[in-house]
């Protein structure tokens, strides 16, 4: 089964959808972008700011929920539908990892799940986005004669 994501075979009303996918995708990533550079102000600054980071993951990890829910009730290709499911994974193993008792201290894996979970939400977005918006990749070679 082949799924066709030509704009003028997308009916406009599933095209917004995607598009409101996309920004709230992007969000997203920009709320973990503020969260590593609060821990960042926490470490090494003040340690005040350390509430901010556990503020703002309380704050945006139901986007995860909202968008699990939503890639899989409009048309998105496989990949980004396992990208999307990865994400929550990944939100739910930072949970564990900081609030898990063990013998064995599970913390350590949170910084590293953190950066997977941070790569995986940018490739969300990239493909999000060309699957949205196309590609606007260009060939340098077509551009020859209008470079000298």
């Not at 700011?49 to 998105?76: D, P, Q």
């Not at 953190?114 to 986005?129: D, Q």
Request: hydrophobic fraction near 50%; charged fraction near 10%; include cysteine.
């Amino acid at each position: 089964m082949t799924i066709d994501f030509n704009f003028d075979s997308v009916q406009p009303s599933v095209r917004k959808l995607q598009i409101g996918f996309y920004w709230v995708a992007t969000l997203f990533n920009v709320c973990l972008i503020a969260q590593v550079l609060t821990v960042g102000l926490a470490f090494f600054h003040n340690p005040e700011w350390w509430n901010i980071h556990v503020w703002l993951v309380r704050g945006y990890s139901g986007l995860t929920a909202i968008l699990l829910l939503w890639v899989f009730l409009i048309e998105f290709p496989r990949r980004v539908q396992t990208l999307t499911a990865s994400m929550a994974v990944l939100l739910g193993l930072q949970f564990l990892t900081i609030h898990l008792n063990s013998p064995f201290p599970l913390a350590v894996f949170h910084p590293l799940i953190g950066f997977t979970l941070f790569s995986v939400s940018t490739t969300l977005v990239h493909r999000v986005r060309q699957t949205v918006f196309g590609s606007n990749a260009v060939d340098i070679s077509d551009n020859k004669e209008s470079l000298s």
